[in-house]
Every structure is written in structure tokens, then in C-alpha cells.
């Protein structure tokens, strides 16, 4: 069975520096992979995905994450972070049927 | 583009009685719908995949005849808790999958209180 594993629970970094989210996914094929953010009490919102082709995936406000096969990871990253982002993120792989699996979770604090 | 609604989004019952809650494709449809289930502080656990026109299917351990998933038209599906008891309160949430494609777009949520 597919797993996805987020190796921090909490991470907290200046406004204004980079932050970098990690996230091990184990899977057979080529996985797809994705990172949603929740803000408290809220659904989820698809940052970003990887299907195939280039590794380095650009999302939205500001977000990339880069697939590397051989450490079978898909790192979020993000140079200048904001206080509108914290929020919790999760790395998800998708499997059979389109379902996805997900991480734990990294919840992300922003300290002014 | 691709926004998910539910309704409603909060919900507090008493113990014994039935809720149902709808999750909504706004524009787009989506053949197959996935109901989650988030305890505090911690991970969505898929609880079923809704499908159009047919029967549910629910993950190990869920039980059907608790959690009843009707999905009647390719923007709708609905998830009815029945009986419900106090350890059933959770946030609820619900995402559709575009048809033909693999992402899927989550619905804000519904916070259910058993009491």
C-alpha cells in the first residue's frame, strides 16, 4: 500500500525567509503527487501536483516542489514566506481509483 | 474554477437522529465524489468513494449501513449519517474528482456535533 510520510509536525519560520516542506512518498510506479494547504475549520486548497515531465513543479502563491525520484521526495518549497501562510500542509500520492493518500500533515507558524 | 460546496457547515444533532450532509460540484461534474473524516489535529481519512449511478465503496472498517452515500447526478452526492452518536462528531469533508482527470477539489468542510 502507498504511504506518504511528512517527518515534522510543526515547523516555525521568520517572515520574509524560505521554508522548505519535506515529504517521503512510497509507491511503485510513478506516483502522483500533490500538496493541499487547509486553513483552520477549511477544506483543502491543491497547491500544487506532479504527473509526470518536468520535476520542478510550479503551484500557486509562490510554491514549487521539486520530484526527485531517487530520494522519493516531494519537497515544498517557498523563498519568501508570508503570514497568510500559515496553515497546515499535507502531501498527498495518489493511488488506484484516484484516491489519494495522505501525510500527516506540517503545520506551518510564521513569526513576524 | 473546480469549487466545491457543502452544506451545511455546521451541523449539531442529538443523539438517535439522522444528518445528511450534500457536497456540490459548482461547475464542473465529477463522476466520482470522496467523503473524508478529520479528527483533530490529525490527518483526512477516506472514508468512502461516491460514485455516479452506482454503489458506494467504502474503506475497511467503515460501515455502510452507518454512513448511507448517495450520489444521483454528476454534480451531487450526498452522505447521510444515521443514528448518529456522539463519537461520530468529526469534520466532514467531501471532494470531487473533474471527470477525466486525477486531482481532486475539497469542499469546505462540515463540523458535525453529536450531543
Known amino acids: 500500500a502507498q504511504s506518504v510520510t511528512q517527518p515534522d509536525i510543526h515547523i516555525t519560520v521568520s517572515e520574509g525567509a524560505s521554508l522548505e516542506l519535506r515529504c517521503n512518498y512510497s509507491y511503485g510506479a510513478t506516483p502522483y503527487l500533490f500538496w493541499y494547504v487547509q486553513s483552520p475549520g477549511q477544506g483543502l486548497q491543491l497547491l500544487l501536483k506532479?504527473?509526470?515531465?518536468?520535476?520542478l513543479v510550479q503551484g500557486i502563491k509562490g510554491f514549487e516542489a521539486e520530484f526527485k525520484r531517487s530520494q522519493s521526495s516531494f519537497n515544498l518549497r517557498k523563498p519568501s514566506v508570508h503570514w497568510s501562510d500559515a496553515a497546515e500542509y499535507f502531501c498527498?500520492?495518489?493511488?488506484?481509483?484516484?484516491?489519494?493518500?495522505f501525510g500527516a500533515g506540517t503545520i506551518l507558524r510564521v513569526k513576524s | 474554477g473546480a469549487v466545491v460546496s457543502q452544506h451545511p457547515s455546521r451541523v449539531i444533532c442529538k443523539s438517535g437522529t439522522s444528518v445528511k450532509i450534500e457536497c456540490r460540484s459548482l461547475d464542473f461534474q465529477a463522476t466520482t465524489m470522496f467523503w473524508y473524516r478529520q479528527f483533530p489535529k490529525q490527518s483526512l481519512m477516506l472514508m468512502a468513494t461516491?460514485?455516479?449511478?452506482?454503489?458506494?465503496?467504502?474503506e475497511q472498517g467503515v460501515e455502510k449501513d452507518k454512513f448511507l452515500i448517495n450520489h444521483a447526478s454528476l454534480t451531487l452526492s450526498t452522505l447521510t449519517v444515521t443514528s448518529a452518536h456522539p463519537e461520530d462528531s468529526s469534520f466532514y469533508i467531501c471532494s470531487a474528482n473533474p471527470t477525466g482527470t486525477y486531482e481532486q477539489y475539497f469542499g469546505p468542510g462540515t463540523r458535525l456535533t453529536v450531543t
Open positions: 506532479y504527473f509526470s515531465g518536468d520535476t
Open positions: 461516491s460514485n455516479e449511478g452506482s454503489k458506494a465503496t467504502y
Open positions: 498527498a500520492v495518489g493511488e488506484e481509483g484516484n484516491k489519494l493518500v
